[in-house]
């Protein structure tokens, strides 16, 4: 597979008169590890929901090739249905709506798939969102706030499962984060967004070592 | 005892059209969190056109399904004024739906005129331990039965039950995997209005009907939808047919002009009860 999955020119997106996401140009190759990291309130939900079409572009285009699917930030479990309830929801688009390959590709969900998905932790949780997302065997993964809140084991077995479905699926993926440290050492590639605006974006490892990143980003506090 | 029997049999019938009522609430309210004032206009305009189509020549059984379909696509209509417009709050929605039941009644009495309606149900009547009843109640309480397993089946076992809990459930969550949260209310808005007519069709027979006779049956589908929460149909039917009951023992016993006054009362100490409880309704699972 070559060329982009995701091709996004010149977008604009507003919220009113506030202007959100301000002439974002942003691309992710097939099979490509993309890291999108910012501050609170840059854009970077506006983004990810403008992606899956949620919201409108006021202005610029957004091209998808083949399924894209969205781990939402939050984890927005469908609380008082079932773990395998909200897998089956995850292929609502598509007609295949069989459970067994999510399962295979993360067993912690088998032992709780009959439990009610609220009642979960939240690294369960989010495990489960994920699952719900590759049950419409999507060709790109967006993933909004992966670690936010969870614990440290948990946020690395994510990124084992991220991994590995990058590199035997080729799942192209493009990862929001907070934690910058985690997303330019996932990924390949990455944006720095602030304010509505791409500030930076490169190679991760030249991101990581512009100093106005690790200032930003990689300072002291943890991750 | 024999009259006892005959009560509690009736009881049981007239309940069961208002535990339709009610689901057909609950359909709504699980899905858009809208309660649905105009649902008792279901059940009359269904009614109306059962009494039209049959004076017009159709065969039982057609008249009957033609008008719960009508009342489908009533509830459609109603349901695309109330929360057709995105972003319309679910209170605006039921005050919608409060003026659309209101303004149904110069529809009714346009097309229908302000005289009670009824038309024959199923003929004959049978004698149990004592008790003369019509068959009729049976048919009623069976047809209920039958669609209250398959309202079971359709939340708890086929994917379009669960995205049309899910879209309640999470709306955002919903829109990201890709289903339309709208066009769901709206399929909640015709089976609500299916549902209301099905009862309509199925009590007029034992029960004429006027235009206003929403009144009580939407109070009383309240009452019986009140005791699950306005998210349970099991409770819904037991709330229904407790109701039923009570109102037709009250009637043989008293007086038959306490109808409304015995939903209002389950209603108010179900709410009471409930208030003590728990703080606000809650989304419960089926």
Same mark, same amino acid.
């Given at each position: 597979?070559?060329?982009? +999955?995701?091709?996004?020119?010149?977008?604009?997106?507003?919220?009113?008169?506030?202007?959100?996401?301000?002439?974002?140009?942003?691309?992710?190759?097939?099979?490509?590890?993309?890291?999108?990291?910012?501050?609170?309130?840059? *854009?970077?939900?506006?983004? +990810?929901?403008?992606?899956?079409?949620?919201?409108?572009?006021?202005?610029?285009?957004?091209?998808?090739?083949?399924?894209?699917?969205?781990?939402?930030?939050?984890?927005?479990?469908?609380?008082?249905?079932?773990?395998?309830?909200?897998?089956?929801?995850?292929?609502?688009?598509?007609?295949?709506?069989?459970?067994?390959?999510?399962?295979?590709? &993360? =067993?912690?969900?088998?032992?709780?798939?009959?439990?009610?998905?609220? &009642?979960?932790?939240? *690294?369960?949780?989010?495990?489960?969102?994920?699952?719900?997302?590759?049950?419409?065997?999507?060709? +790109?993964?967006?993933?909004?706030?992966?670690?936010?809140?969870?614990?440290? &084991? +948990?946020?690395?077995?994510?990124?084992?499962?991220?991994?590995?479905?990058?590199?035997?699926?080729? &799942?192209?993926?493009?990862?929001?984060?907070?934690?910058?440290?985690?997303?330019?050492?996932?990924?390949?590639?990455?944006?720095?967004?602030?304010?509505?605006?791409?500030?930076?974006?490169?190679?991760?490892?030249?991101?990581?070592?512009?100093?106005?990143?690790?200032?930003?980003?990689?300072? *002291?506090? =943890?991750? | 005892?024999?009259?006892?029997?005959?009560?509690?049999?009736?009881?049981?019938?007239?309940?069961?059209?208002?535990?339709?009522?009610?689901?057909?609430?609950?359909?709504?309210? %699980?899905?858009?969190?809208?309660?649905?004032?105009?649902?008792?206009?279901?059940?009359?305009?269904?009614?109306?056109?059962?009494?039209?189509?049959?004076? #017009?020549?159709?065969?039982?059984?057609?008249?009957?399904?033609?008008?719960?379909?009508?009342?489908?696509?009533?509830?459609?209509?109603?349901?695309?004024?109330?929360?057709?417009?995105?972003?319309?709050?679910?209170?605006?929605?039921?005050?919608?739906?409060?003026?659309?039941?209101?303004?149904?009644?110069?529809?009714?009495?346009?097309?229908?005129?302000?005289?009670?309606?009824?038309?024959?149900?199923?003929?004959?009547?049978?004698?149990?331990?004592? #008790?003369?009843?019509?068959?009729?109640?049976?048919?009623?309480?069976?047809?209920?039965?039958?669609?209250?397993?398959?309202?079971?089946?359709?939340?708890?076992?086929?994917?379009?039950?669960?995205? @049309?809990?899910?879209?309640? $459930?999470?709306?955002?969550?919903?829109?990201?995997?890709?289903?339309?949260?709208?066009?769901?209310?709206?399929?909640?808005?015709?089976?609500? /209005? #299916?549902? /209301?007519?099905?009862?309509?069709?199925?009590?007029?027979?034992?029960?004429?009907?006027?235009?206003?006779?929403?009144?009580? @049956?939407?109070?009383?589908?309240?009452?019986? $939808?009140?005791?699950?929460?306005?998210? %349970?149909?099991?409770?819904?039917?037991?709330?229904?047919?407790?109701?039923?009951?009570?109102?037709?023992?009250?009637?043989?016993?008293?007086?038959?002009?306490?109808?409304?006054?015995?939903? @209002?009362?389950?209603?108010?100490?179900?709410?009471?009860?409930?208030?003590?409880?728990?703080?606000?309704?809650?989304?419960?699972?089926?």
């Amino acid at each position: 597979m070559s060329g982009r +999955v995701v091709d996004v020119r010149k977008l604009t997106v507003r919220y009113g008169a506030a202007v959100a996401l301000d002439e974002v140009d942003l691309h992710v190759e097939a099979g490509e590890l993309v890291a999108l990291i910012g501050p609170n309130g840059a *854009g970077k939900s506006t983004l +990810v929901n403008t992606l899956s079409g949620i919201l409108k572009p006021a202005g610029g285009s957004v091209s998808v090739v083949g399924r894209l699917a969205h781990v939402p930030e939050g984890r927005q479990m469908f609380a008082s249905l079932t773990v395998d309830d909200n897998l089956r929801l995850g292929a609502w688009r598509i007609r295949d709506r069989n459970t067994a390959r999510v399962y295979e590709l &993360l =067993p912690g969900l088998v032992r709780v798939r009959d439990n009610r998905a609220g &009642l979960l932790s939240g *690294g369960q949780q989010q495990m489960v969102a994920l699952g719900r997302a590759l049950m419409s065997r999507p060709q +790109v993964l967006v993933i909004d706030e992966m670690s936010l809140g969870l614990a440290p &084991l +948990v946020v690395a077995e994510l990124a084992a499962h991220l991994r590995a479905l990058n590199s035997q699926d080729g &799942l192209a993926v493009l990862l929001i984060e907070q934690n910058a440290r985690l997303a330019l050492e996932l990924c390949s590639r990455a944006y720095v967004l602030e304010a509505g605006r791409v500030v930076a974006h490169g190679p991760s490892a030249q991101i990581a070592a512009s100093p106005a990143v690790a200032a930003a980003y990689l300072g *002291g506090g =943890p991750g | 005892m024999s009259a006892f029997l005959q009560y509690l049999i009736t009881g049981l019938g007239v309940g069961c059209g208002y535990a339709l009522v009610g689901s057909g609430l609950v359909v709504i309210y %699980r899905v858009t969190r809208v309660v649905n004032f105009a649902q008792g206009a279901f059940a009359v305009v269904a009614a109306m056109a059962v009494s039209t189509l049959l004076g #017009a020549g159709l065969p039982h059984g057609l008249a009957e399904a033609f008008a719960v379909a009508l009342a489908g696509l009533v509830g459609l209509l109603v349901g695309l004024v109330a929360i057709g417009k995105p972003g319309t709050s679910p209170q605006a929605a039921l005050i919608v739906t409060l003026g659309i039941g209101i303004f149904a009644y110069a529809i009714e009495i346009l097309i229908w005129g302000d005289q009670p309606r009824s038309f024959a149900g199923l003929p004959g009547s049978f004698t149990l331990l004592g #008790a003369r009843v019509q068959s009729h109640y049976l048919l009623i309480i069976a047809a209920s039965v039958l669609v209250f397993l398959a309202m079971a089946v359709l939340f708890a076992r086929t994917d379009v039950g669960r995205a @049309l809990t899910a879209a309640a $459930a999470n709306p955002y969550a919903a829109r990201v995997v890709g289903i339309n949260v709208t066009r769901m209310g709206l399929l909640s808005f015709a089976l609500g /209005g #299916a549902l /209301g007519g099905l009862a309509g069709v199925l009590t007029t027979p034992v029960q004429q009907v006027t235009f206003d006779s929403d009144v009580v @049956l939407v109070v009383s589908g309240f009452a019986a $939808a009140i005791l699950g929460n306005l998210t %349970r149909p099991a409770f819904t039917l037991l709330g229904g047919l407790l109701l039923g009951v009570a109102q037709a023992l009250v009637a043989g016993y008293l007086s038959t002009s306490y109808q409304t006054e015995v939903a @209002l009362l389950l209603m108010l100490t179900v709410m009471i009860v409930q208030a003590a409880r728990r703080p606000t309704i809650q989304e419960e699972p089926a």
